[in-house]
């Protein structure tokens, strides 16, 4: 993480009539992006501060403002200086989705989610926790389809898919793994991707957030239903299948999501939308399994590039995905899942 100018952030902040104030940093991310609270009289802000020599602001502009116009509950933004990096935007909170869940663990119920009931014995989140917000979730993707996507933005085609699952390869096995996949075993691994890539339903293309998780999805308590949901970290949003943000709720990398859960929400997703059920479910497997892949060459090369080591801990969860989507005896995945039982 790059740390803040202070002389700068004044500046910037100066020129939005924010003198007197007190600053906290509040959070940083798997990017070069950080979050600085500013707290103003009885007011909150959040700063967000991207550097401009390692990150470009402007499609998270974009991204919010598409989202804000369409009445999703992205932040508002206040101001921004794309040259220093810094962008202004409406506090939130720090009710993410992630951390009521886990406080609901602990504490056996948490007034933010109503109609809990949970196991101290397994330490597990009971479904009728889980099962309002991440309806709420879905309903923000249900209606989030049905509008228009952005015309300019990159498509999630062959060949970005395979650029992802290829993380897996290039960071993952040398690194954590100790193997090298030969140039034969490479392009069967293309192969074989290609094969799938090529069964995804090209149709009904949506925005696709694609980091559509517990961790970036905060609770509005003076908003309703899907606007409830406050919505972060979507400036690598793409034109793609409406089933990949479902497999990034449902098959989170950095918590369990209840079984049940998953399958209720699933299921709203189809019989709330007109969309082709087999088609969809078709897609969100194959989704699913590239998702999980590149998520796992992604940890690894957060942990030894950007040292990062803490995301390693995060593997057991997603290489377990993985393993129970190839071992389902599915008849799509019989190449692929004979080919990864050497490297996953």
């Known amino acids: 993480m ?64 598409f989202l804000v116009e369409h009445g999703f509950s992205a932040p508002k933004i206040f101001a921004v200086d794309a040259n220093e990096g810094f962008i202004l935007l409406e506090d939130f909170g720090d009710d993410s989705y992630g951390r009521v869940l886990a406080k609901d663990i602990i504490s056996g119920g948490n007034s933010l989610v109503k109609n809990t009931e949970f196991s101290r014995a397994t330490g597990d989140i009971n479904s009728a926790t889980e099962i309002p917000l991440y ?27 395979f650029r992802e699952v290829m993380l897996l390869v290039d960071w993952y096995l040398p690194h954590v793994k100790k193997i090298t996949m ?26 696709v957030l694609r980091d559509y998780h517990a961790d970036n999805l905060m609770i509005l308590q003076n908003r309703l239903g899907y606007k409830s949901v406050g919505l972060l970290d979507f400036q690598d949003a793409v034109i793609g299948s409406p089933a990949y943000d479902l497999v990034s709720l449902l098959e989170d990398a950095r918590r369990d999501v209840n079984e049940k859960t998953r399958e209720e929400i699933f299921a709203h997703y189809l019989y709330t939308t007109s969309i082709d ?26 942990a030894i590039r950007d040292s990062k080591p803490s995301y390693l801990n995060l593997l057991p969860r997603v290489i377990n995905l993985v393993k129970i989507r ?13 080919f990864l039982q050497k490297f996953i």
């Open 135 to 161: 309806k709420n979730a879905c309903d923000v993707l249900i209606e989030l389809h049905k509008v228009a996507p952005p015309h300019d933005l990159e498509v999630y085609n062959h060949a970005l898919l």
């Open 182 to 207: 030969t140039l034969q075993e490479k392009a069967r691994f293309k192969h074989l991707w290609f094969e799938l890539f090529d069964a995804l339903n090209r149709e009904n293309q949506v925005l």
């Open 277 to 302: 059920k087999s088609s969809f479910a078709r897609d969100y497997k194959i989704l699913s399994l590239q998702r999980n892949i590149k998520i796992i060459g992604i940890f690894a090369r957060l």
């Open 2 to 65: 790059i740390p803040l100018d202070k002389i700068k952030a004044k500046s910037f902040l100066a020129q939005n009539n924010l003198i007197n104030y007190e600053i906290k940093m509040v959070a940083g991310d798997a990017s070069f992006r950080s979050y600085y609270r500013i707290f103003c009289g009885a007011k909150t802000f959040i700063l967000m501060f991207a550097p401009p020599s390692y990150e470009n602001i402007h499609p998270f502009i974009n991204i919010d403002k």
């Open 326 to 338: 190839l071992a389902a005896k599915d008849q799509l995945f019989a190449e692929i899942s004979l």
